[in-house]
Nanobody
Framework: QVQLVESGGGLVQAGGSLRLSCAAS????????MGWFRQAPGKEREFVAA????????RYVDSVKGRFTISRDNAKNTVYLQMNSLKPEDTAVYYC????????????????WGQGTQVTVSS
C-alpha cells in the first residue's frame, strides 16, 4: 500500500477552477493506477476519474468529461485533478485512491485512500 495526502481544495465560485493534488509515499508509486472519487453530503462516494500507471489510459465519469483532467507526475509521486468550469453540484469531499492494476471505477477495487479534501462551489 501507499500513503496518500490530498491538497488543493477550497471555496470557489461557479465557473471557476481548482487543481487538486495527491502526494503519495513509497517508491513504487509509478506501478499504481490512481483514481479520484468524491462524496457529497448525504450521498455515496462516487467515481470521478482514474489514470493508469503510465498515464496512457484515462477514465472519467460522464458528468465531468470536458471539464476535469486527471494527470500524474511519477517523478514527483503526485497525481492531479484539474477542475474547470466548476458547478455547485461538484461540491464534495474529494479523495484520491491507489490500486495495482488497470484503472478502475469501483471503490472496492482500490486499497489505499487519502483523507480527502473539501471542494465547495458557490452559485
Amino acid at each position: 500500500q501507499v500513503q496518500l495526502v490530498e491538497s488543493g481544495g477550497g471555496l470557489v465560485q461557479a465557473g471557476g477552477s481548482l487543481r487538486l493534488s495527491c502526494a503519495a509515499s513509497g517508491r513504487t508509486f509509478s506501478s499504481y493506477a490512481m483514481g479520484w472519487f468524491r462524496q457529497a453530503p448525504g450521498k455515496e462516494r462516487e467515481f470521478v476519474a482514474a489514470i493508469s500507471w503510465g498515464g496512457g489510459t484515462l477514465r472519467y465519469v460522464d458528468s465531468v468529461k470536458g471539464r476535469f483532467t486527471i494527470s500524474r507526475d511519477n517523478a514527483k509521486n503526485t497525481v492531479y485533478l484539474q477542475m474547470n468550469s466548476l458547478k455547485p453540484e461538484d461540491t464534495a469531499v474529494y479523495y484520491c485512491a491507489a490500486r495495482q492494476g488497470i484503472p478502475a471505477t469501483r471503490l472496492v477495487d482500490y486499497d489505499s485512500w487519502g483523507q480527502g479534501t473539501q471542494v465547495t462551489v458557490s452559485s
